[in-house]
């Protein structure tokens, strides 16, 4: 589904990704973790079209999408989540979820996508005509999920969707993007609740200082000496 390739992402002299290569399979959550700085956002935005990269190649479904423009990036089936939500607070939710679907054209198929959306998301249809900036931190969070949705993605790329959430909200958050992967939809998670994050993981990359470090299984990163010092707090 999504193949990176010597990656390498620089800000002026500062070579912040240096030489990444993973890949992500159909149907697959795979998990990259990492201390803060240590590139995970930086990939995400160069995976998305946000950042063009120094070298290196990436390819969605064997297309090379390193040189394309983010909107075409969408049109091809990629939507990321961003971090810290950014809602557009004036809207209300139902024109954030609109604002979504804007790459696409049939308004009936994004009529049923949005349903859905409130079918994954009921709390999101209970406040439908309500403006996103009054909307809780959670909700918010499930507004940038169901907004990105609504692009209909192949793959769905989160960053760090716990940030600033309460436990209890943290799990809910976590059980939502399951059932978005169990219905199809191959998910990237950036997270630094590496213990939430290589649960429910398939596969898992560790990132530091630019370069990936550790990888394997969710069950055998989270069991791995090495990770359970540096993020698992044991």
Request: hydrophobic share 40%; aromatic share 4%; glycine share 8%.
């Amino acid at each position: 589904m999504l193949k990176i390739q010597d990656l390498k992402v620089s800000y002026g002299m500062i070579e912040a990704i240096q030489g990444v290569d993973f890949e992500i399979n159909d149907s697959e959550i795979v998990a990259l973790i990492g201390a803060n700085g240590a590139g995970k956002t930086t990939i995400m935005h160069t995976i998305s079209g946000l950042l063009k990269p120094q070298s290196g190649t990436i390819y969605l479904d064997s297309v090379d999408i390193t040189k394309i423009p983010a909107d075409k990036i969408v049109k091809l089936g990629l939507a990321q989540v961003p971090e810290r939500r950014r809602v557009f607070a004036e809207q209300t939710v139902e024109e954030n979820l609109e604002l979504g679907a804007y790459t696409r054209k049939d308004k009936k198929e994004v009529a049923e996508t949005m349903a859905k959306v409130f079918e994954s998301f009921p709390r999101l249809k209970e406040r439908r005509k309500q403006l996103a900036g009054t909307l809780s931190g959670g909700e918010q969070q499930m507004l940038a999920m169901g907004r990105a949705l609504m692009a209909k993605p192949k793959i769905l790329l989160l960053d760090e969707p716990s940030m600033g959430l309460s436990p209890l909200l943290v799990k809910e958050i976590f059980h939502i993007i399951e059932a978005i992967n169990r219905n199809g939809t191959t998910v990237l998670l950036v997270e630094q609740n590496a213990k939430m994050a290589l649960a429910i993981a398939d596969r898992a990359y560790v990132l530091e200082n630019g370069k990936i470090v550790l990888s394997g299984t969710g069950e055998e990163l989270a069991n791995s000496p090495q990770v359970k010092k540096a993020y698992l707090g044991g």
